[in-house]
């Protein structure tokens, strides 16, 4: 289903749920994306890390891709840009993001992929792509929602090219 920059499909598996966010990666790239914030929120277990291990593998991430729970953020090298993938879930205040050095990830040639953005309001609102990964009856359900221009070429890429079912 598409609607002026949202996206619905459902998920039916883990590996649905890792094509779907190779699908994203790859659909950045070709709309020439220079900097994308991309924001995963969703219950525990929903899917957002295996999401995230999808969009990173598709980009030639090798090796383990881990949830940065811990550490908050990992950062990956994928060809000219770095990858940067951020746990929001420890935050108690938007000033930790400060001390945590969000604002250094932020421009060219970086991506973000944030977990638990409600955690930071700032950040999420924005977000180019808001995504938010819920159970469904039949596996999960991916609603993607574009914040910005770039946001709403990514959508209708994917909703063009039919890539994600």
């Known amino acids: 289903m598409r609607q002026s920059g949202r996206l619905s499909v459902t998920l039916g598996d883990e590996s649905a749920t ?6 994203l990666a790859r659909a950045l790239d ?18 957002k890390t295996t999401f995230a291990r999808g969009f990173l593998e598709s980009l030639g991430v090798q090796g383990p891709v881990r949830s940065p729970s811990y550490p ?6 994928a060809g000219a840009r ?19 050095g ?27 792509l808001a995504l938010t990964l819920s159970y469904a009856p039949a596996g999960r359900q991916l609603l993607m929602t574009a914040g910005s221009a770039m946001g709403r070429e990514v959508v209708a890429r ?8």
């Open 18 to 23: 890792r094509a779907a966010g190779a699908a």
């Open 30 to 47: 070709s709309a020439g994306a220079d900097a994308a914030l991309v924001t995963l929120a969703g219950e525990l277990g929903a899917g």
């Open 72 to 77: 908050l953020v990992e950062s990956y090298r």
């Open 82 to 100: 770095s990858v940067h993938h951020c746990d929001f879930y420890r935050l108690s205040v938007a000033q930790e993001l400060e001390e945590l």
């Open 102 to 128: 969000f604002r250094e990830l932020v421009g060219p040639g970086q991506w973000i992929l944030v977990e638990w953005p409600e955690r930071a309001p700032a950040v999420a609102s924005r977000a180019d």
């Open 158 to 165: 994917l909703t063009t090219e039919k890539a994600l079912g």
